[in-house]
């Protein structure tokens, strides 16, 4: 029993590993988005974000 139990313990916490690495790699996918779409709008992503007038 205490066998069964730690294997899964070991299981539990390398799922909760593995979904922090999905959640970057979703946020980073979501910053890239957002930056392709405002370049499209006239925006340049840099520090500070600006905007380009036409």
């Keep these: ?3 069964i139990r730690s294997i ?3 299981l539990l916490v390398a799922a909760l ?7 970057f790699a ?3 996918a979501a ?3 957002a ?3 405002l ?4 925006y340049t992503v840099q520090s500070p ?3 380009e007038h036409r």
């Design 1 to 3: 029993m205490p066998a």
């Design 8 to 10: 899964l313990s070991t």
């Design 17 to 23: 590993c593995l979904l922090q690495g999905c959640a």
């Design 26 to 28: 979703v946020g980073a």
């Design 31 to 33: 910053g890239g988005a």
């Design 35 to 37: 930056g392709y779409m």
């Design 39 to 42: 370049k499209e709008k006239g």
């Design 49 to 51: 974000v600006t905007h």
